[in-house]
């Protein structure tokens, strides 16, 4: 007999455990749909379903595990684990109570389940992490501790239930904090360059190591991943690298007190759906990646075939975003469709990022239906000048383009729009159609574009509500500009501007 891997759905509250705070207005969830909706996108996107596994039940008490936080189980679930997959597969249990456990290591054909009233609680024992496995840390690839639940290689497996996984990320926080280990941001440039086994970079090559990821899933195939809460992880939470035929739904995740706390990362993978899914995070929400400079061009796997869709994102930290691309973009990325979607006290709200060095391509980007409130600094913001931090290679540049951003509302921000091509490399093809930015500090300036189109637009703003800089090829119909006068400024080498049917020529 097979089961499909799921779980029950309902709104739970999570109280706060390990001394840090969680409301449990924070935990409340949605009612989400049990049968996965079609999955319509502007591009062809394959059917994803959930992984079946046999009907087994593999409890980690009957492999010796000891509940109480006090005692490691990471033995019993390894054991658990093994024995189920060498069974055939089926459901490791982790039951009702309190776990201490280090690294936990899927294989094939296991859905790792943990009950709703159960609390797994990583270990500082560093021995548990060991010895170290192969991960893409913040685009590079490395040797380094293993991620807390990880998976390399394998096919048809999920982690599901109502419990929680809570990353100790006090422990971690000193890496962060005083550098124990930790990669500065120039050093993974400079690493990057270099062949993997010449890196100074993660545990076994020199150094003490870096902070793991929370689960790291590595050419992963037919994967679920529904119900729990993952919890004050070390840095990102959920990393998929190289994996396929992925569904990441009905989860929470919440990493404010963290450093590098990305809540999904969707990193050279493809056919990928999120959906129904609470993000409170110390960095992006949902970040779309494709490696890093040398080292993600040489690998050259893109992130394409992505929904994410029906989700929310609060409170989003360190200048980041709900949903981002970038600044790793160097494998290109394209095909994603993101959709739904509501985004409120976050610092930034759809955001764009790349650099001199990554090279490729972001292309075929469809965004619709975003609520943002309270956004800190822009609504939507596009930047090629991110992360110039190391000696570039200057002639692989990013190339932007095919981007449609449609059905928008923003109420307060402190900037509408900043769209930034790269000087010579313009991004190309901008739609923003059908969308309000009202409570704006300043308006939308848009710099080195080349196809700019703005349809049914409404800017409300005490600044200037619309700047155009270095731009060619723009088309503007049905636009509403409120603020200071002039409303619209146009600069620098730009032509071919357009406004409801006539062209703009005295700006000069």
């Not at 684990?81 to 009702?96: F, Q, R, T, Y």
Request: charged residues 20%; aromatic residues 8%; proline residues 5%.
């Amino acid at each position: 007999m097979m089961v499909i891997a799921g779980t029950m759905l309902f709104t739970c509250t999570v109280l706060a455990v390990n001394g840090s705070e969680t409301t449990s207005a924070a935990m409340e969830r949605p009612d989400v749909p049990d049968e996965i909706a079609p999955l319509d996108a502007p591009f062809r996107m394959p059917s994803l379903q959930r992984p079946q596994f046999p009907d087994r039940e593999c409890d980690i008490r009957d492999y010796g595990a000891v509940p109480g936080a006090q005692t490691s189980v990471t033995n019993a679930i390894a054991d658990a684990i093994n024995s189920c997959h060498e069974a055939g597969g089926g459901k490791v249990v982790i039951p009702e109570g309190e776990w201490l456990s280090g690294a936990i290591h899927l294989k094939s054909n296991i859905n790792l389940y943990i009950a709703e009233q159960a609390n797994v609680y990583f270990t500082d024992n560093l021995e548990e992490y060991l010895p170290p496995v192969i991960v893409r840390h913040a685009g590079v690839e490395a040797y380094n501790y293993s991620p807390l639940i990880y998976a390399h290689d394998v096919e048809n497996i999920a982690i599901t239930g109502r419990g929680v996984y809570d990353g100790n990320w006090e422990f971690w926080l000193g890496w962060a904090l005083d550098a124990q280990g930790e990669v500065h941001h120039r050093d993974r440039v400079v690493e990057a360059a270099k062949p993997l086994d010449e890196r100074y970079f993660g545990k076994g090559a020199g150094r003490e190591g870096m902070r793991p990821h929370f689960v790291e899933l590595w050419k992963a195939e037919n994967v679920l991943i529904e119900g729990p809460t993952f919890k004050d992880g070390p840095m990102w939470n959920i990393h998929l690298v190289y994996s396929k035929n992925v569904i990441v739904r009905d989860i929470s995740v919440l990493s404010l007190p963290t450093h590098n706390g990305d809540g999904i990362v969707v990193d050279s993978s493809n056919d990928v759906l999120i959906e129904y899914v609470h993000l409170e995070t110390s960095d992006d929400a949902v970040v779309i990646k494709s490696g890093l400079n040398e080292d993600g061009r040489l690998i050259d796997i893109p992130t394409q075939r992505v929904i994410v869709r029906n989700f929310t994102a609060r409170d989003v930290r360190t200048g980041s975003g709900g949903i981002v691309f970038g600044s790793e973009t160097s494998g290109g990325i394209h095909d994603i469709y993101v959709h739904d979607a509501v985004f409120e006290g976050s610092d930034r709200g759809i955001r764009f990022k790349s650099g001199p060095g990554r090279g490729s391509y972001v292309t075929d980007i469809y965004i619709r239906d975003i609520t943002l409130r309270n956004v800190q600094h822009e609504a939507i913001n596009f930047n090629l000048f991110y992360a110039g931090d190391a000696e570039p290679e200057i002639s692989a540049q990013p190339r932007f383009r095919n981007i449609f951003i449609s059905n928008v509302h923003a109420d307060g921000a402190d900037e509408a729009i900043n769209g930034a091509g790269f000087p010579g490399q313009s991004i190309r093809n901008v739609h923003i159609e059908n969308a309000t930015f009202i409570n704006m500090n300043q308006g939308a300036v848009f710099r080195t574009i080349d196809g700019l189109h703005l349809n049914n637009i409404e800017i409300q703003t005490s600044g200037t509500p619309l700047r155009l800089v270095d731009v060619y090829n723009v088309e503007m119909n049905g636009i509403t500009l409120t603020g200071e006068h002039p409303e619209l400024i146009i600069e620098g080498d730009s032509g071919n501007i357009n406004r409801d049917g006539e062209a703009l020529t005295d700006w000069k």
